[in-house]
């Protein structure tokens, strides 16, 4: 599910020109993603280039109630490696990011954190803030 936040203005950010890889730890499990710029966006879920959007693209389940529009906290995640790459995080983000549990310094929603490409990154989906009654598991 894509759309947009009444609420709050269009942000902008740089899209990577070059490729680049994102390891993905969500729970006990590590999945490494190269991103191709050429390929944006893969499913229009948080802002184009997003983690949120890579991590959907490529099979990476991140849960994201409000669609990816910075309208809860449920796709908080900790950049654990890579995070001067990305885009910087505005009042909405922060406000949103102030509703989460566990924030860190290095705390982001991820339909709303974009890496320009100039380093690779390392993200992590904290346990608690995974979907366990997913269907079909």
Known sequence: MAGVNPYI???????PTRKYRIVFRVGDEER???????RLPYDE????GSLLEIALGH??????????????????VH??????SCSESDDAEQDMLDTARDVKTFSRLACQCVPDGTKDLVVRAPEWNRNLSQEGH
């Open 32 to 38: 490494v993603v190269e991103v191709d710029p050429a």
């Open 45 to 48: 879920t948080g802002l184009k």
């Open 79 to 84: 950049v654990l490696e890579g995070l001067a």
């Open 59 to 76: 099979g990476v389940e991140i849960d994201h109630a409000c669609g990816g529009v910075c309208a809860c906290s449920t796709c908080h």
């Open 9 to 15: 203005g269009a942000r902008r950010h740089a899209l």
